[in-house]
């Protein structure tokens, strides 16, 4: 295949105005950020996959992987490999059981859900990382700039507080 970029998943977000899944795919030894959208179902295959949640019967995904290793073949790792028409598309490498690697065709959230349930490594191809990653905004929370703010606003406060306690 490509030259390829281990990612691993970042994050997992839900807009609250339209209920859109965004997955983020951080690349390990970069800063930048590959984001995807994904379906409600996946978002919460790959959900259960991070947080490590059983649950009574085998979802599509544990499915795949169970007939996967009942023909004793193995899951390598998966790969988004391309674009086309505003749609990525990946792969998951396996190896049969005669020791042959095979590629299966199939959607990025599905590959990385089964990639999550089999502890296989996720790649994207370097280009597309390249043309499609974002750099993150840093978390505000963290921004030490803010830190001086909330100082600024409990000296503000404290005047407001004073105002109230002479009234």
Do not use: W
């Not at 990382?129 to 993150?136: L, S």
């Amino acid at each position: 295949m490509s030259e390829k970029t281990e990612v691993l998943v970042q994050s997992l977000r839900i807009s609250l105005t339209n209920q859109n899944r965004l997955l983020l795919l951080k690349d390990k030894n970069g800063p930048l950020s590959l984001p995807l959208f994904v379906g409600q179902f996946e978002a919460e295959a790959i959900v259960l996959s991070l947080q490590e949640i059983e649950i009574s019967r085998p979802q599509p995904h544990d499915l795949i992987r169970s007939a996967i290793r009942a023909l004793d073949g193995q899951i390598i790792s998966v790969e988004i490999t391309v674009m086309k028409a505003a749609t990525f598309f990946a792969v998951i490498l396996l190896k049969d059981a005669d020791g042959q690697e095979k590629y299966l065709d199939c959607r990025p959230s599905d590959a990385i859900a089964v990639a999550l349930r089999s502890n296989a490594p996720i790649y994207v191809n370097r280009e597309l990382m390249q043309q499609y990653g974002i750099m993150p905004e840093p978390d505000v929370r963290t921004n030490p700039k803010q830190s001086t703010e909330n100082e600024n606003d409990e000296e503000d406060l404290s005047a407001f507080s004073d105002f109230l306690s002479n009234f």
